[in-house]
């Protein structure tokens, strides 16, 4: 990275980064699996979001909550205008790995104490942000902070989400101990910021095959979740015919299959990975099966051909079963480009950090962010993290610590350049 005098070693910084990264990483792990149960608004969600504001305080930074429970620390005054902000989220998929998200909000913090110890001088205020509830995993939509604040996800919406128990999430942030009837579009706030740059684990191997410990994110596929409901009879199980069953479980089967098709012929992919059944017992043909399908394309064409290719294949099966079908859209995100005048900066930055033209791997990703979601109301930018295992979303997700330091050089020496000039 960019050399500077009486730079201090990696040493300092990945004692930085090894402190806070055990300090967090028991929070919310499952004994059995490994995994992280980080869910929204729950007992672990808590126990991060102390996490956060500790490292706040200790820092001396300006601690804050915002009006959608988006946690933040800044250094300099918050109200000045042009602020460059870092940061993720700290949240997790059922049973996810340590990496996706966590590792952006340390990597901030740690990025923010090598900055220090270059004793730099800030010309901009500075921040890092916890967005909540990027991951879904509790009330089945992505991203709720930043769509909230960015004003993609309206109010009337948002009381409407329920998780798998029935609690509504201004239920949920309400037992939390926060307010639910503030919640709501916070332009003003994203006014003040002058550029948003999120570190993240690369969620695939692009960076492991080409040798780098860092690269750029160039765009987001577009991407959407979509609920297939069968509805077919519930029946006895040992005396109900094959011939007179309208079972909706061999319908959402081929659907499945047809996905997988699907997604290989337009290069894209899809995923049914979640599935609800009623009445769910088994000795009983089920009433209902209910799929999540969750699909993503390098161009909206290609996405739309996955889309309308398993609808058209899960109608015909379905009445050729006796079901019946609805298909609802539960969110979209269109194409994300990242502002290229940014993006380009960070590539300078990076590129001359050995005093050399060094090539900044430059990386589009099938995964959503909150950078992405904010894209649409000011630049935005991301860096990757080498994944060797290429593994996401899972307790097997993975970055070595060398690398994840060469993450947050990376990070501060882009804040640097962002924020210090």
Request: hydrophobic share 40%; net charge negative.
């Amino acid at each position: 990275m960019t050399q500077h005098e009486g730079r201090p070693q990696p040493g300092p910084t990945g004692s930085s980064f090894h402190t806070m990264w055990k300090e967090l990483r028991p929070i919310g792990r499952h004994p059995d699996s490994h995994g992280y149960r980080r869910y929204a608004w729950t007992g672990a969600d808590a126990e991060c979001r102390a996490w956060f504001k500790e490292q706040a305080e200790v820092r001396g930074l300006t601690y804050e909550v915002d009006r959608n429970g988006n946690q933040w620390a800044w250094l300099g005054d918050p109200t000045a205008g042009d602020a460059v902000v870092t940061g993720s989220h700290l949240d997790s998929v059922p049973d996810g790995g340590a990496f996706d998200g966590p590792l952006g909000v340390v990597s901030s913090f740690a990025a923010l104490d090598e900055l220090r110890s270059r004793r730099v001088t800030f010309t901009k205020p500075l921040a890092v942000v916890n967005f909540g509830d990027e991951e879904g995993a509790r009330f089945g939509l992505a991203c709720v902070g930043s769509r909230l604040a960015s004003g993609q996800l309206t109010v009337e919406q948002a009381h409407r989400l329920t998780d798998g128990e029935g609690i509504s999430l201004p239920r949920a942030m309400e037992a939390a101990g926060y307010d639910p009837d503030i919640i709501g579009a916070d332009p003003e706030r994203l006014s003040r910021i002058g550029a948003f740059v999120e570190l993240h684990v690369e969620q695939g191997r692009a960076l492991d095959l080409s040798g780098d410990r860092v690269g750029l994110a160039s765009a987001i596929w577009p991407h959407g979740r979509w609920r297939f409901d069968f509805r077919g009879e519930a029946n006895h199980a040992g005396t109900t015919r094959l011939v007179d069953r309208r079972d909706p479980m061999l319908s959402y089967a081929e659907t499945v299959l047809a996905a997988r098709r699907e997604a290989e012929l337009a290069g894209a992919v899809a995923t049914f990975g979640k599935i609800s059944v009623e009445p769910n017992g088994v000795n009983a043909i089920p009433s209902l099966v209910r799929g999540w399908l969750d699909s993503r394309a390098a161009d909206q064409e290609s996405l739309d051909a996955v889309v309308g290719g398993v609808e058209k294949a899960a109608r015909e099966y379905a009445g050729a079963h006796g079901i019946d079908l609805d298909v609802v859209r539960e969110s979209f995100t269109p194409v994300v480009e990242f502002d290229h005048a940014l993006r380009d900066e960070l590539a300078r930055i990076l590129g001359k950090s050995s005093g050399t033209d060094l090539r900044v791997p430059v990386l589009g990703t099938g995964a959503g962010h909150d950078a992405g979601i904010l894209s649409g109301h000011l630049p935005t930018a991301m860096l990757f993290v080498r994944n060797p295992t290429g593994v996401s979303h899972s307790p097997a997700e993975f970055a070595a610590e060398d690398d994840c330091v060469a993450g947050v050089l990376a990070l501060a020496d882009v804040l640097e350049g962002l924020a210090c000039t």
